[in-house]
């Protein structure tokens, strides 16, 4: 296992994989990584969108319930691919309420939290 660390007992743990916003990756602060990575999501760090801030506070959440993308997809009920392209802003990812309300559910907060700053 690639990415398994030991916990106390002594067993594997899988750790999730570290997105494009976590500074813990590869050691470098996150507007190193957006500038190389994704120069287009470092455009709208300076000026957020509402896409933008989606997409941050989607990663946010996810992490602080030690989820992987794929965990949270399917608690959500949504295909993996769909979330991976909303947490990642990518210009194809528009989702509808329907979408939001799961994701909302899914993290046990209003839609309107996944807005916020």
Do not use: W
């Not at 813990?24 to 000026?47: A, Q, S, V």
């Amino acid at each position: 296992m690639k990415n398994a660390v030991l916990d106390r007992e002594h067993k594997a743990v899988v750790k999730p994989a570290l997105s494009i916003f976590d500074p813990r990756r590869n050691g470098t602060d996150e507007d190193t990584l957006l500038k190389k990575h994704r120069p287009d999501l470092y455009e709208l760090k300076k000026n957020p969108s509402e896409k933008y801030r989606l997409a941050r506070r989607l990663f946010e959440l996810r992490t602080a319930a030690a989820l992987s993308q794929t965990q949270i997809a399917k608690k959500a009920g949504i295909g993996p691919a769909t979330y991976q392209r909303i947490e990642e802003c990518q210009p194809v990812a528009n989702p509808g309420l329907d979408v939001l309300v799961k994701l909302a559910r899914a993290f046990g907060v209003d839609v309107q939290a996944l807005f916020e700053k």
